[in-house]
């Protein structure tokens, strides 16, 4: 009975080794620029790879000359075509003291890019709940370019403000799907009400401001370009 004995082990001899570095001492001459240079043929990476792009100037040529070549149309929507649009902003009264400062952003903001006050129409519903449905309402009367749907939800003891602050996205979400019309989101989400009242013109901005710019945009884009 044969038994079981451990594997021979192999063993390396000076002549089974690669002779990796058997020329590290020579060196090539060539023509650069009319003069002549010296390069050292020692087996390193930075050795190895000089004189060839890296991979990552390869893909920029790449990605460069495809860029000049291709026939791709970029369609964006913009700021300074404001004239003729209209607007709807649905407000929630609910935290009025913010939603006020947000709505005086946004139509600041309108007039600054040349839509008339006209063309600019303010919806008062109860809280940011009651937005999505009134927003797609607005959207399916074929009379606004977009919908601005502004609110505030700050978190309290309970979990109602998670219910509210998910409810009002979703409506608004769906009321641009339904309605074939830009519906923004400006809906602050806060901790407290210091977290609301830096954005509705404290610290860090006014977000009522920013909507109407992403309104404008939007607007833009679907009466120019996606009708």
């Given at each position: 009975?044969?038994?079981?004995?451990?594997?021979?082990?192999?063993?390396?001899?000076?002549?089974?080794?690669?002779?990796?570095?058997?020329?590290?001492?020579?060196?090539?001459?060539?023509?650069?620029?009319?003069?002549?240079?010296?390069k050292?043929?020692?087996l390193?990476?930075?050795?190895s790879?000089?004189?060839?792009?890296?991979?990552?100037?390869?893909?920029?040529?790449?990605?460069?000359?495809?860029?000049?070549?291709?026939a791709?149309?970029h369609?964006?929507?913009?700021?300074?075509?404001?004239?003729g649009?209209?607007?709807?902003?649905?407000?929630?009264?609910?935290?009025e003291?913010?939603t006020?400062?947000l709505?005086?952003?946004a139509?600041?903001?309108?007039?600054?890019?040349?839509?008339?006050?006209?063309?600019?129409?303010?919806?008062w519903?109860?809280?940011?709940?009651?937005?999505?449905?009134?927003?797609?309402?607005?959207?399916?009367?074929?009379k606004?370019?977009?919908?601005?749907?502004?609110?505030?939800?700050?978190?309290?003891?309970?979990?109602?403000?998670?219910?509210?602050?998910?409810?009002a996205?979703?409506?608004?979400?769906?009321?641009?799907?339904?309605?074939?019309?830009?519906?923004?989101?400006?809906v602050?989400?806060?901790e407290?009400m210091?977290?609301?009242?830096?954005?509705?013109?404290?610290?860090?901005?006014?977000?009522?401001?920013e909507?109407?710019l992403?309104?404008?945009?939007m607007?833009?884009?679907?009466e120019?370009h996606?009708?």
């Amino acid at each position: 009975m044969e038994s079981l004995a451990s594997p021979p082990c192999l063993r390396l001899t000076p002549t089974a080794r690669p002779q990796l570095h058997s020329r590290q001492s020579s060196s090539a001459c060539y023509i650069h620029g009319g003069s002549s240079v010296k390069k050292s043929n020692n087996l390193s990476f930075s050795s190895s790879a000089s004189g060839f792009p890296s991979t990552l100037a390869v893909e920029k040529e790449l990605r460069s000359s495809f860029v000049q070549t291709a026939a791709v149309r970029h369609v964006t929507g913009s700021l300074i075509r404001g004239e003729g649009l209209r607007f709807a902003i649905v407000v929630a009264r609910f935290n009025e003291v913010v939603t006020k400062l947000l709505l005086e952003g946004a139509i600041e903001t309108f007039k600054k890019y040349a839509v008339r006050e006209e063309d600019i129409e303010v919806i008062w519903v109860p809280g940011s709940f009651e937005i999505g449905v009134v927003a797609q309402n607005l959207g399916k009367s074929g009379k606004f370019n977009a919908v601005l749907c502004i609110g505030a939800v700050i978190r309290g003891d309970t979990t109602h403000y998670d219910a509210v602050a998910n409810s009002a996205a979703s409506g608004v979400l769906s009321a641009g799907i339904n309605s074939g019309v830009p519906c923004i989101f400006g809906v602050l989400t806060c901790e407290d009400m210091d977290q609301a009242l830096n954005r509705s013109g404290g610290k860090a901005g006014n977000k009522g401001a920013e909507t109407a710019l992403t309104a404008l945009e939007m607007a833009s884009l679907f009466e120019h370009h996606l009708k």
